[in-house]
């Protein structure tokens, strides 16, 4: 490995406290009433229509409450309200937010509830907030998804900013008896939340800081004693035979490093859980518009979510055996880069013809599922902003998902529809194996615009063979342009949630 530079050495340090105003913030369960709670803003949650939800407080306080019932506030999803609070109880403001009808109302509902409420109050330069529990179980729902959708967005991207913004959220209390299973949820939502702000820094970070070597040195840093990372350097993947994985590098005067992280947290075959992990896509000679390209630097979003959550995993300690694969490289059109027309070899022998040298994602995938089955692993499960096709299809709303194996493939739904990350399966018909035939080569790498978003799926399944596994294609989901509820604008972090929820659920 290269010495660390600068980038290197500062993103380490954040480590040890992924982002310092989540890891400084205080997150606790107190046992009392409303009314006694010592906080800058008292939230409470409403659902629609229904103005009586908290006829136990002061009589001042619950008849201002109705009065703007009638008037300036009626419980709609995400609709926010703040008020003064009257002198008799000891919060200072009290913050409405409305969960929408009651009939309607889900786990989504209050991650997004969690968020907007949270974002704004931290908006309006508030400190010390709490959370009255009692609407939200009496729905038969957890309180923790709001601080789930509370702390996803609180996430900022401030290190090239100069003038920080000071106003940040110092505590949140959740109102509530407290249990053993309310901690160990917090707890697990804690370390989950801060994965996604860790994913969220590698994606946002611009390529000139976010090079393979400083994502390598990043992969690096999460070893522990269950957690062992191997990083493969450009001889170490030529000696292998990972020509489809190379020539994406070529073009560039970044050096490839094929990064591989083992946790073992139990006996068994291992899942494995494949990123790509292009650090900037220019399209190599199949150059991209430039419009957007600075967005490109997202390319790595699928890496940064296997990072995710092999740190996650770690620090929970999850019972299970996990292998994680980042081929990390730049797709760049310097002298030396691969050209339309060329062919080239896979470390399994299959020759593949290069169209578009855009369509670099499944080339690089190629090898690492290729590589992956040394493993003998259970299931190999890839994630990657492959196609502009998937964009066009879903838009930012759903990531496009095939495969081969019914049973990972309906695990991965159940997740989805928990998570809110919400999957739609694609078919993978024999035909669109014609698609990608060559005149001179095993394959083609891509079968032209007709089928893009399936055949780019069916060139991996020619890799994956009868080894269960799923590709998710994030490609319009991984870089959200309008902020939502607890995905602020920016990289969202998308697959690292709903993989830590299959693998909990395993």
Not at 26 to 37: A, H, R
Not at 229 to 255: C, F
Not at 287 to 298: F, N, T
Not at 473 to 480: L, S
């Amino acid at each position: 490995m290269s010495d660390f530079n600068t980038f290197s050495r500062y993103f380490l340090r954040k480590l040890a406290k992924i982002n310092k105003e989540q890891g400084s913030m205080n997150i606790s369960i107190k046992n009392i009433k409303e009314l006694d709670c010592i906080c800058d803003a008292l939230i409470l949650p409403f659902t629609e229509g229904d103005s009586e939800l908290y006829d136990n407080l002061d009589a001042a306080t619950s008849k201002l409450i109705k009065r703007l019932f009638s008037k300036e506030f009626h419980g709609k999803q995400n609709e926010v309200f703040l008020i003064p609070a009257h002198e008799t109880i000891k919060p200072e403001r009290i913050l409405l937010v409305g969960l929408g009808k009651k009939e309607d109302i889900s786990s989504e509902k209050v991650r997004q509830a969690g968020g907007k409420s949270t974002v704004y109050l931290r908006n309006m330069g508030m400190k010390r907030i709490a959370l009255s529990t009692s609407v939200i179980s009496s729905l038969n729902l957890s309180p923790v998804d709001f601080i789930e959708g509370s702390l996803l967005g609180l996430y900022t991207f401030k290190k090239y900013v100069q003038e920080k913004d000071k106003k940040q959220v110092e505590s949140i209390f959740l109102l509530s008896k407290s249990s053993k299973n309310l901690r160990d949820e917090l707890q697990r939502t804690k370390a989950i939340t801060s994965s996604v702000w860790f994913g969220r820094d590698l994606i946002n970070t611009p390529s000139n800081d976010m090079t393979p070597t400083h994502l390598a040195n990043v992969a690096l840093s999460l070893k522990q004693k269950n957690l062992s990372v191997k990083v493969l350097e450009k001889n170490d993947v030529q000696r292998l035979g990972m020509g489809s994985y190379l020539s994406v590098a070529k073009g560039s005067k970044e050096l490839p490093k094929f990064i591989v992280l083992e946790y073992k947290g139990a006996q068994e075959a291992p899942i494995v859980l494949i990123g790509k992990s292009i650090t900037f896509d220019s399209g190599g000679i199949s150059l991209k518009p430039a419009d957007s390209m600075e967005k490109m630097k997202y390319d790595m979003a699928g890496g940064a979510a296997v990072l995710g959550i092999l740190k996650a995993v770690s620090e929970m300690k999850l019972p299970v055996n996990l292998v994680g694969i980042l081929p990390a490289t730049e797709n760049m059109p310097g002298g030396s880069a691969t050209k339309p027309g060329d062919v080239v070899r896979a470390i399994n022998g299959k020759t593949i013809e290069i169209i578009n040298t855009d369509a670099e994602g499944r080339m690089i995938l190629a090898d690492a599922i290729a590589y992956a089955k040394r493993f003998k692993p259970q299931a190999i499960i890839d994630i990657a902003t492959l196609t502009g096709a998937c964009s066009i299809a879903f838009g930012n709303e759903a990531i496009a998902m095939m495969g081969n194996d019914r049973e990972l493939i309906d695990s991965i739904k159940k997740s989805a529809d928990r998570t809110y990350e919400r999957v739609w399966e694609m078919p993978l018909f024999e035909e669109y194996k014609e698609y990608l035939k060559s005149d001179i080569a095993d394959i083609k790498n891509t079968g032209g615009k007709n089928g893009s978003l399936i055949t780019s799926a069916y060139f991996l399944y020619e890799f994956a063979g009868d080894v269960p596994w799923v590709h998710l294609d994030i490609a319009g989901t991984a870089w959200v342009e309008k902020e939502k509820p607890y995905i602020p604008k920016g990289a969202s972090g998308i697959g690292i949630r709903l993989l830590l929820d299959f693998i909990k659920n395993m």
